[in-house]
Nanobody
Framework: EVQLVESGGGSVQAGGSLRLSCTASGSTFDASDMAWYRQAPGNECELVSA???????YRADSVRGRFTISQDNAKNTVYLQMNSLKPQDTAVYYC????????????????????WGQGTQVTVSA
């Protein structure tokens, strides 16, 4: 079984930056796609960014040009660098091992889409 632990969340003013980290234990994950999701109060779960095992990346339109996903296989860690943060980026951010989830709630309540971390809160004030 894989355990994912996120860190790096916090509070920041609009225009600021944060870097989220997600470290996997229990198994190597270099052969796995990785994803960052987020859920804000009143909103559905949203796929923010993903990276494939061969390094291809995806970013949602809402974060393109501001967020960058990367991974360090030697450290079993995936990162989400978030720049030019906006109040609408406020959410709980989750890392997961499957970028295909499209349900309303984060994390996947049915546990059908890989492993998920516990989430880390990001709050952006105006």
């Amino acid at each position: 079984e894989v355990q994912l632990v996120e860190s790096g969340g916090g509070s920041v003013q609009a225009g600021g930056s944060l870097r989220l980290s997600c470290t996997a234990s229990g198994s190597t994950f270099d052969a796995s796609d990785m994803a960052w999701y987020r859920q804000a109060p009143g909103n559905e779960c949203e796929l923010v960014s993903a990276i494939s095992s061969d390094g291809r990346t995806y970013r949602a339109d809402s974060v393109r040009g501001r967020f960058t996903i990367s991974q360090d296989n030697a450290k079993n860690t995936v990162y989400l660098q978030m720049n030019s943060l906006k109040p609408q980026d406020t959410a709980v951010y989750y890392c997961a091992t499957d970028p295909r989830y499209s349900g309303s709630w984060c994390p996947d309540p049915q546990a059908d889409f890989g492993y998920w971390g516990q989430g880390t809160q990001v709050t952006v004030s105006a």
